[in-house]
């Protein structure tokens, strides 16, 4: 590793530090803990803590607040990490991506890492969703990524370990079986560690320019060594590589899980959820049906073998990502229990697979969709529809789903509507326009969804936007044949989504029917409840948890609330206005007696003011 890198790490460590290492309680139950991203390595987002129940949850307070302070406006920063609480500490990353070791009690900081050395930025290193936590023996490591980087971090005292790779710190960009030279590599979401393994995911952007590939790989968590790799893009010989059409895994980028991945630790199975192959709206000089793009993968997580794989959009053209984390879930379903991975995706589809052997819990239907006039594009003449559940978003954008919320409003909207290719889900992209709904932000995202085993309930937070994309005929000297004009989101007059609201809802899903049990609108616009408009919802970014003490909270909304949902009904039992918005997903534990839940109000998106508080709540 240059020279350089080792130059920018750097440990900040408090002053009572050396004085607050210890736990701030002696034993704490895992159940009640949270050890993951996802609350737990399957993702479910649910925790036995059952302190906080549907009868007391109005009594909730603020009980701390932890400032990160590094919070930037320009350009602003967010925060959309879930913290991990593991055995009397909670680990979180910054608005700049730093590690904070706090006390969970009383937010209280332990210690700090800092990957830029202690070296003032003007520029935000990007967002950070988590870190992960390992253990062999006395060997307690943190690892957290910036950008192209994997640090181990000694979990007590906050130190980079010397052992792993070059003095603490892993170049991703290395062993990638790919010519990295002036490509960018970028992890945001946390790494999965199984046994004495941590493994990444990441990868590139969206092209049309050179992008790298996503390629997951294991690493030795003691020594950084490479244990093996995944390629998303399969070479020549290995399963799928027919699906690329002449040179083009080559060159084709993206393909990369930034949102996370899964484990079963009892199976040994990695669950991994790939994005689409770059350029992203143009695939002429990628004909076929691109595997690993957009496909749930099991892999061997100790050899990286792949066991199967179901591909979720054959060929992608509209950016259709797998947006969250593939959730491990136990349903009720049929008279048994079946262990299940869900996979939730932009166009509000909810796929559900057997964990084993990846076949459908309902049946998915291969439906023709419209041929593509680009030159040279060759769309696949199917894709996949999931039977059950119903979809959790609107699909498509036709003339009567322009927003209604005043004659401007529509006027607006409609005018950009009558610009545009514009219908049925999967529409082909024109170079002129078109507009795709779901758009990039969802349907649901990367907050992902959460289950509540004893209720058999899966419940998934979907948004509707929509996104508008252009294309421009790209240059000799750019060797593409499309470039990007626009993506931005399609807005009205006043800044609102261009569809007819609702803009938001939570929906509960039975896990043995199939059904939705309940479906609330989440958040709403005060300035549009005073012009007497009905309940509109928000756009949302982050995601919901259950707790046993049947509630889900939620945040994430543009108004700036916090929520606590009935399990059962999905009414609101309890609301917080919080100082910005809490753009993440909470996470909840049991410490020193009592049952905290936490949520990074960080704001910093959609005009917002950046934050860089860490907010806990209890019931006093």
Request: aromatic share 10%; with cysteine; net charge neutral.
């Amino acid at each position: 590793m240059p020279s350089s890198i080792h130059r920018r790490l750097f440990l900040q460590t408090s002053a009572a530090a050396a004085g607050s290492l210890l736990p701030s309680f002696a034993a704490a139950d895992p159940a009640r803990e949270w050890r993951h991203y996802g609350g737990d390595a399957g993702a479910t987002r649910y925790s036995a803590a059952d302190q906080i129940t549907r009868s007391n949850v109005k009594k909730l307070k603020v009980a701390w607040t932890h400032r990160t302070g590094d919070a930037m406006e320009r350009p602003a920063t967010a925060i959309e990490c879930t913290p991990i609480v593991v055995d009397g500490t909670m680990y979180l990353t910054t608005a700049q991506v730093k590690v904070h070791a706090v006390d969970p009690v009383n937010g209280q900081r332990k210690w700090a890492f800092d990957p830029m050395g202690g070296r003032p930025s003007r520029r935000s290193p990007g967002v950070n969703r988590g870190v992960a936590y390992w253990q062999q023996g006395n060997d307690k490591r943190i690892f957290a990524t910036s950008q192209d980087m994997l640090y181990a971090i000694d979990a007590v005292t906050g130190e980079l370990d010397q052992k792993f790779a070059a003095k603490g710190a892993l170049d991703l960009k290395l062993d990638f079986d790919h010519d990295m030279t002036g490509l960018s590599f970028r992890h945001t979401s946390p790494v999965v560690v199984f046994e004495d393994l941590v493994i990444t995911g990441g990868g590139g952007g969206e092209g049309p320019y050179p992008e790298a590939p996503g390629h997951i790989r294991a690493w030795d968590a003691r020594t950084g060594r490479r244990r093996w790799i995944f390629h998303t893009v399969p070479k020549p010989g290995e399963f799928g590589h027919d699906t690329w059409d002449g040179d083009s895994w080559k060159y084709t980028g993206g393909t990369n899980c930034w949102a996370g991945m899964s484990v079963d630790l009892k199976r040994g199975i990695l669950y991994a959820g790939i994005g689409s192959p770059s350029f992203d709206f143009y695939g002429g000089n990628r004909k076929g049906n691109n595997l690993f793009g957009n496909s749930v993968v099991a892999l061997d997580a100790r050899t990286g073998k792949r066991l199967w794989h179901f591909q979720i959009v054959h060929h992608d053209v509209w950016d259709y990502d797998m947006p969250a984390q593939p959730a491990l879930m136990r349903f009720r379903h049929g008279g048994r229990d079946v262990d299940v991975v869900v996979q939730i995706t932009k166009q509000g589809f909810v796929f559900i697979f057997d964990r084993e052997t990846g076949k459908p819990l309902w049946p998915v239907e291969e439906r023709p969709i419209p041929e593509s006039k680009l030159d040279g594009e060759l769309l696949s003449k199917t894709q996949p529809f999931p039977t059950k559940p119903a979809p959790v978003s609107h699909q498509g954008f036709f003339e009567s789903d322009i927003t209604n919320i005043s004659p401007d409003a529509h006027a607006h909207v409609r005018a950009i509507w009558e610009k545009a290719a514009a219908g049925k889900l999967y529409t082909p992209i024109a170079k002129d326009g078109v507009l795709i709904h779901p758009g990039f932000r969802g349907g649901p995202l990367w907050g992902g969804c959460c289950f509540d085993p004893k209720r058999n309930l899966l419940i998934v937070p979907s948004g509707e936007w929509t996104n508008r994309i252009i294309l421009r005929d790209g240059t000799p000297e750019e060797k593409f044949r499309y470039g990007l004009v626009d993506r931005q989101p399609v807005l009205d007059n006043e800044g609102y989504p261009a569809i007819k609201p609702p803009w938001s809802h939570l929906t509960a899903i039975d896990g043995n029917s199939g059904d939705f049990k309940w479906r609330v609108v989440m958040g709403e616009f005060p300035e549009l409840k005073a012009r007497g408009i009905p309940r509109t919802g928000t756009p949302f970014h982050g995601g919901a948890i259950c707790t046993a003490g049947g509630l889900v909270f939620m945040a994430g909304t543009f108004d700036k609330r916090m929520r606590a949902y009935d399990t059962d009904s999905g009414e609101v039992r309890w609301e917080h206005q919080l100082p910005e918005a809490g753009f993440a997903t909470p996470c909840t534990y049991e410490a020193g007696g009592k049952q905290f839940v936490v949520i990074a109000a960080g704001g910093g998106k959609d005009k917002s003011k950046s934050s860089d508080e860490y907010i806990a709540f209890s019931l006093g």
